[in-house]
């Protein structure tokens, strides 16, 4: 199988960079498979789990990916390898991202919390599998 | 004329100031390795989202373009976000990254513009707040934090974001020193909205394919791209600092070490003027008999 060049980027480090055969991507409307020679193609990226080449898990919060002729690039806020995810620090962060939301008065903090209750609600879901 | 024990006393505080200096600088150095490698993590990001928006700028222009990139078609107010260190004793660092600023404050005012300034640390509000207090929208302190993450620069570019939201700037500009090396920090000026699209980055011909569509993506990319400058100018700032403060130091420990040996010296030259008096008076008086 052909491989092709592979960065996820999270603002603060590099968490991974090299070469692989395949990467599953949660895209805005969907999982969608990048192989090499790819089209290039741009999406959003929803929160959840980046496998690379079946094997290497990462989770992933809010960010881009781009796909063009150098190799597939992810920009994401937040990235963390799936082991390295503390079950208990998220159980209690999902906690306070619902007492805000049932604090929350405006539209906006509404959203915000639940945007923030979703991202850690995929995060559960990664460490459950 | 100084006593022995005034220039014993002098020598040992000063010999006390080299030890705090020299200190100070050892910590310098070790935390700028630190500051160093954060920002060069984070500088692979910003190139990325960089070229990628180069790639997106360069296709939607005209009537449709975000504000975020084509602006509110005014520039009466200025929004100047002022990025300084939270403590001092770090050579021109903090004074020169806010004569910078300065400068441009005078040259916006005497066009006319309505100026209003966000400061980023204390420092470069203690020295701002002087002449510009009115100016000054608020001061956002990182003092409790060892080592910045993504979050606090994420909190101000929100917080940035709002306030263009509500109409109450038209163009902000990010003032901050750019790390070059231990001796070399370059205060620079940064436009971020309107976004600055880098035009070294030659976007790609190959068409895209979008999910969703491009309007959407580059809507949801930008503010986002707000965050990143402003991370990247803080770790900037944060190498700076403490590459300023280990020359500044490494400076105030050379000057105290000629201190002490120009005060060495006149102590000894004293100690022996003395003996030698006191010797005249005890032979003179041995003569006299």
Known sequence: MASFPFELVSPERVLFSGHVNSVVVPAAEGDVTVLANHAPFMSAVRPGIVTVDGGKRLFVRGGFLDVNASGLTLLAEQAVPVEEIDREKVATEMKAAEDELRAATTDEARSLASERIEALAAMMGAVRN | ?289
């Open chain 2, 1 to 289: 004329m100084p006593s022995l024990k005034d220039l014993r006393n002098r020598i040992a505080s000063v010999k006390a100031t080299q030890k705090i200096t020299k200190a100070m600088q050892m910590v310098a150095a070790a935390k700028l390795r630190r500051a160093q490698m954060a920002a060069e993590a984070a500088r692979p990001y910003a190139q990325k989202m960089e070229s990628v928006l180069a790639n997106l700028g360069a296709g939607v222009s005209g009537a449709d373009a975000p504000r975020l990139l084509a602006g509110t078609g005014s520039d009466q107010v200025q929004l100047l976000i002022v990025c300084t260190a939270e403590r001092g004793l770090c050579g021109a660092f903090n004074s020169s990254i806010v004569r910078l600023a300065r400068e441009h404050i005078n040259r916006l005012q005497q066009a006319g513009k309505t100026v209003k300034i966000l400061c980023v640390g204390r420092k470069g509000y203690d020295i701002l707040k002087r002449q510009h207090e009115k100016q000054i929208v608020d001061l956002i302190e990182l003092r409790a934090l060892k080592q910045i993450g993504y979050a606090n620069a994420d909190e101000i570019g929100q917080r940035v974001m709002t306030m263009f939201a509500n109409g109450e700037f038209d163009v902000a500009t990010l003032f901050y020193s750019q790390f070059r090396s231990v001796i070399s920090q370059i205060p620079t000026a940064q436009r971020v909205i309107p976004a600055e699209i880098p035009a070294s980055a030659s976007p790609s011909t190959a068409t895209y394919d979008y999910e969703p569509d491009e309007a959407t993506i580059l809507s949801s990319l930008l503010p986002r791209n707000i965050s990143v400058q402003v991370f990247r100018a803080l770790l900037e700032n944060a190498a700076s600092e403490q590459g300023a403060r280990m020359s500044a130091m490494d400076n105030a420990t050379r000057n105290a070490g000629e201190m002490i040996k120009k005060q060495t010296q006149k102590y000894n030259r004293t100690r022996q003027a003395m003996i030698t008096k006191e010797l005249i008076e005890i032979i003179s008086g041995a003569e006299a008999l």
